[in-house]
């Protein structure tokens, strides 16, 4: 359908592409990776193929790609390149890629830093401002490292579709998808009481989605309808503190500010832990685990009292979340209900 796709041009190219792929490299069976690759190759002949056939004399095309289309010039610069190159015309192509720089090494270590030295070593006063030492892109924009909480959540499922029916074709492993307990063959019929008119129209939805929000799946499993709820929230892990600059996370006890916390019998689901997270610039949020599973998520305000509460399993009634009103001396004045569709429970 596209002509013919060379996939030896480049053995940087290819060693870009493992890289990327890292360790899952070496567990592949034979020939799996020389795969990837290829279409690896498709994507970015593709692509530069359809650029072409669309710049016009005189115009400029701005296109927005994943940075492994353009790092070091290998993926689609190259290819209009060699395409362009056979029929004798030029066209300039100028790349961009975001970096994130790592927090500043206190002994002022370059090593592995994308801006060897930092330029901030006041004891070598002729140290110039730090340089890349790759020409990863012709401009490269950098931004601080804003610790191991990811700007947008995503949800673990990878989705298909076969004759209008929206199925999940797996579940990644260590993601909201799996804790919650998705499986693969699932059907999909609606997302928070809407119901997609295709695979593109549900994704859409999902990328539009932002975090402290509470995501309920209709799903067919067996020939029986049930409701999988996903919290989103990010996953701040301490474990490295400057991957998470600002952020704190502790393990707290029962808790009042009237939302009441349900008693778990001893012979009843596993007890439930309970931890704050907070943003030194923010409220936070108290967090109800279960096992490996977020059931539930209580969000303060500036006086640590909840003002909104999800929860994943939904009520008896239908509530999935709850927001409070509250008066002057912070009691609680009045409270809003609402179920998996957004609309207002009596």
């Known amino acids: 359908m596209v002509g013919e796709v060379a996939v030896d041009g480049s053995d940087e190219h290819r060693y870009l592409i493992s890289r990327y792929f890292g360790e899952t490299v070496a567990m592949l069976p034979p020939g799996w990776f020389d795969n990837m690759y290829a279409a690896q190759c498709l994507w970015d002949v593709v692509m530069a193929r359809s650029i072409l056939a669309e710049l016009g004399p005189g115009e400029t095309m701005v296109v927005v790609v994943g940075s492994g289309h353009v790092a070091y010039g290998l993926g689609i610069a190259r290819r209009i390149h060699d395409e362009t190159a056979a029929s004798g015309d030029s066209v300039k192509v100028s790349t961009f890629c975001p970096v994130t720089a790592p927090p500043p090494d206190p002994d002022h270590d370059p090593m592995g830093h994308p801006m060897g030295g930092h330029g901030e070593d006041t004891s ?3 140290e110039k401002p730090g340089r890349f030492t790759r020409s990863i892109a012709d401009f490269v924009g950098v931004f601080p490292d804003t610790g191991g909480v990811v700007p947008y ?3 673990g499922l990878r989705l298909g579709e076969n004759e209008g029916e929206i199925t999940v074709s797996m579940v990644w492993p260590d993601t909201a998808a799996a804790s919650a307990g998705f499986e693969s063959g699932d059907r999909i019929l609606d997302l928070n009481g809407n119901t997609p008119s295709s695979l593109t129209e549900l994704r859409e ?3 539009a989605t932002s975090w402290n929000e509470r995501l309920g799946f209709l799903v067919e499993r067996d020939g029986s ?3 999988i709820g996903v919290l989103l929230y990010p996953e701040v892990d301490l474990t490295e503190p400057e991957a998470a600059p600002g952020w704190t996370v502790e393990p707290i006890g029962d808790f009042d500010p009237r939302v009441p916390i ?3 019998a001893p012979d009843g689901p596993p007890a439930a832990r309970r931890v704050l997270v907070e943003k030194e610039d923010g409220p936070g949020w108290v967090e109800v685990w279960f096992g490996d599973v977020l059931e539930e998520v209580h969000e303060l305000d500036a006086d640590s009292l ?3 509460s999800l929860y994943r399993t ?9 927001r409070y009103l509250r008066g002057a001396n912070g009691a609680v004045v009045d409270q809003n209900r609402f179920d998996r569709t957004g609309a207002t429970l009596k």
């Open 225 to 227: 309808e049930l409701e």
């Open 262 to 264: 349900a008693v778990i």
């Open 306 to 308: 909840v003002v909104r």
């Open 205 to 207: 939805w999902l990328a």
């Open 314 to 322: 939904a009520k008896d009634d239908g509530t999935v979340e709850v």
């Open 124 to 126: 070598a006063p002729t």
């Open 153 to 155: 959540p995503t949800v």
